[in-house]
């Protein structure tokens, strides 16, 4: 039987990056995405509904009642969408959890941290812009092309992965887990579990 959690039980809200349709499917830059298919799949959130700009579904982990958002209006616009989610269920950004891909680690290192800057990622911009920074971050390495280009760079994310399937399945399962980690525990506990060990 499905867990069913209302509108006034959600305490966090997860929101994975990436862009809509087809042709973006699996691609670098639709990492949050994956994990937030991965989280829906593992804890049984049952079908996704049409709302805040995007794709959510309503259910629980970690002991908290969460709501999972793909926006769907394109990755520099994903702040309307999120800003809509906070809104509607009353949340702050302390609430908040943004699973994304991130150039500047490795492909399969994984980073956990609250606030930051935006590193020129589109998605993270519109959310500065609307909500803030200071909310939680769950960063997914894909690497970094060769090239500086601005161009060249944007080409490398709508990409699609390079790495083995298995290796994406992986690193992807990973984010999950830091995922469920910081709802459960908190930050910190994620921070130690998922972080490189310089941090």
């Known amino acids: 039987m499905l867990f069913r959690t209302s509108a006034e039980q ?6 994975g990056l990436g862009n809509p349709g087809p042709e973006y499917e699996r691609t ?3 990492a949050g995405f994956l994990t937030a298919d991965i989280l829906a799949a593992r ?3 049952g079908k996704a509904k049409r709302g805040y700009d995007g794709r959510y579904a309503v259910g629980t982990f970690g002991g908290h009642g969460v709501c999972l ?6 990755m520099n616009r994903s702040g309307r969408s999120v800003a ?3 809104r509607a269920y009353r949340l702050g950004v302390e609430r908040l959890v943004v699973v994304h891909d991130e150039i500047d680690l490795p492909f399969g290192q994984l980073r956990v941290r609250t606030g930051g800057g935006t590193a020129g990622h589109n998605g993270l911009k519109s959310l500065a812009e609307l ?4 909310y939680h971050r769950v960063r997914i390495g894909v690497g970094r092309p060769a090239s500086r280009d601005p161009d060249e760079v944007a080409d490398y994310v709508l990409a699609r992965f390079e790495e083995p399937e298995s ?3 992986d690193v992807i399962e990973r984010a999950a887990d830091a995922v469920e980690m910081l709802v459960a525990e908190g930050p910190h506990a994620a921070m130690h579990a998922f972080n490189p060990e310089r941090d």
Not at 69 to 74: A, D, S
């Open 10 to 15: 959600v305490e966090y809200l997860v929101a």
């Open 43 to 45: 804890h049984r959130f």
């Open 69 to 74: 958002l793909k926006p769907i209006v394109f």
């Open 84 to 86: 809509a989610a906070l």
């Open 131 to 134: 909500v803030g920074t200071d």
């Open 167 to 169: 290796a994406v399945r």
């Open 28 to 30: 670098r830059h639709n």
